[in-house]
T-cell receptor, first 113, second 109 residues
């Protein structure tokens, strides 16, 4: 079934630890995104990639890094987790057209203690 | 600054009609999206409006007035499965998506 797969589904992480959230899509979409969703706030963009080999910073990039080695994969890394990074993280993709809707993965619920 | 306003929560009765409003103030406009998000799940695309007027898609319709910076999502013949959060998002002049905090819709029998 075509779509976006995120892993892990949930994770409890000690502060200071390094963590990579995985995201893979099989729709051959050029654009991919990482969002965080916190209660009472809209989705906030962390990083994005318009095509393989390029990445850009979103609204809240500090403490996060991404890479886009190929079309399908877009991992998000927390170099040294802090409690304020406790959130639900969604990976999304869209076709090249800038007005294309986003397709979301099922999310990763991350708790930093 | 850029801002999207939606009611935090709404309650409606099964079988009825509900209108969820969204007002926006953004730097430019290149379209407005509505997404549905059930609790604990991913957002899913409902509609896209870029021109003024009403777009109908089954039980769901979306309206846009660019001059008023206003949109609404209209849900008819409400079903229990429509209980979800509804997210409004605007594409600004740089084609960046600005998201509202979402409206939690509670459907009662």
């Amino acid at each position: 079934i075509a779509g976006i797969t995120q892993a892990p589904t949930s994770q409890i992480l000690a502060a200071g630890r390094r963590m990579t959230l995985r995201c893979t899509q099989d729709m051959r979409h050029n654009a991919m995104y990482w969002y965080r969703q916190d209660l009472g706030l809209g989705l906030r963009l962390i990083h994005y990639s318009n095509t393989a080999g390029t990445t850009g910073k979103g609204e809240v990039p500090d403490g996060y890094s991404v890479s886009r080695a190929n079309t399908d994969d877009f991992p998000l890394t927390l170099a040294s987790a802090v409690p304020s990074q406790t959130s639900v993280y969604f990976c999304a993709s869209s076709a090249s057209d800038q007005n294309s809707p986003l397709h979301f993965g099922n999310g990763t619920r991350l708790t930093v203690t | 600054g850029q801002n999207i306003d939606q009611p935090t929560e709404m309650t409606a009765t099964e079988g009825a009609i509900v209108q969820i409003n969204c007002t926006y103030q953004t730097s430019g406009f290149n379209g407005l999206f509505w997404y549905q998000q059930h609790a604990g799940e991913a957002p899913t695309f409902l509609s896209y409006n870029v021109l003024d007027g009403l777009e109908e898609k089954g039980r769901f319709s979306s309206f846009l007035s660019r001059s008023k910076g206003y949109s609404y999502l209209l849900l008819k013949e409400l079903q229990m499965k429509d209980s979800a959060s509804y997210l409004c998002a605007v594409l600004d002049s740089n084609y960046q998506l600005i998201w509202g905090a979402g409206t939690k819709l509670i459907i009662k029998p």
